[in-house]
T-cell receptor, first 113, second 114 residues
Framework: GENVEQHPSTLSVQEGDSAVIKCTYS??????FPWYKQELGKGPQLIIDIRSNVGEKKDQRIAVTLNKTAKHFSLHITETQPEDSAVYFC????????????FGKGTKLTVNP | NAGVTQTPKFRVLKTGQSMTLLCAQD?????MYWYRQDPGMGLRLIHY???????AKGEVPDGYNVSRLKKQNFLLGLESAAPSQTSVYFC?????????????FGPGTRLTVL
């Protein structure tokens, strides 16, 4: 089955710096890759996603890149703010295949003012 | 719309006790999921349902049962709770449409088994 590895497990940056979180997946049939943000005491919330027919997607300060050949995808947050502090999860999904979302183990991002 | 709601928010059980966690969604979603979240483990799928009256096993189904008698509700049962089931449980739902894969999560239920 699918296996998703996520790095780093913790990341501390200064306000205004960029943050990058990387994930790799094992199943070449996976074709949808969402990123979720989880604030303390809340459920995960989708912040951006990318499909396998696209190499990059941006939404204001957040971007995701996908390298299908290498089976890895990354989340980039620019101009970080204290409210970006949270746990971020990557995931992989095989639409038409297993139809199950497999999550990485999460990255705790801390943005220091 | 309330989205996805979970009941209860917190619960403490003794080993061997049983309980049911309730998930409700008001978005008319076909798919519903139960995950557990443990420190350093991410979210792991317990059971899921692709429509009313259907259920299927996920990655870690042992010790849990589920039922989807109504489209809007997905129940997770623990027949005989064990300390290893101490966790935060999240329910999620999504539409059954090819172009919409986003899963919407509830706020979670924190369960402690003593």
């Amino acid at each position: 089955g699918e296996n998703v590895e996520q790095h780093p497990s913790t990341l501390s940056v200064q306000e205004g710096d960029s943050a990058v979180i990387k994930c790799t997946y094992s199943d070449s049939a996976s074709n949808y890759f969402p990123w979720y943000k989880q604030e303390l005491g809340k459920g995960p919330q989708l912040i951006i996603d990318i499909r396998s027919n696209v190499g990059e997607k941006k939404d204001q300060r957040i971007a995701v890149t996908l390298n299908k050949t290498a089976k890895h995808f990354s989340l980039h947050i620019t101009e970080t703010q204290p409210e970006d502090s949270a746990v971020y999860f990557c995931a992989a999904f095989s639409q038409g295949g297993s139809e199950k979302l497999v999550f990485g183990k999460g990255t705790k991002l801390t943005v220091n003012p | 719309n309330a989205g996805v709601t979970q009941t209860p928010k917190f619960r403490v059980l003794k080993t061997g006790q049983s309980m049911t966690l309730l998930c409700a969604q008001d978005m008319n979603h076909e798919y519903m999921y139960w995950y557990r979240q443990d420190p350093g483990m991410g979210l792991r799928l317990i059971h899921y349902s692709v429509g009313e009256g259907t259920t299927a096993k996920g990655e870690v189904p042992d010790g849990y049962n589920v039922s989807r008698l109504k489209k809007q509700n997905f129940l997770l049962g623990l027949e005989s709770a064990a300390p290893s089931q101490t966790s935060v449980y999240f329910c999620a739902s999504r539409e059954d449409r090819e172009k919409v894969i986003e899963q919407f999560f509830g706020p979670g239920t924190r369960l402690t088994v003593l």
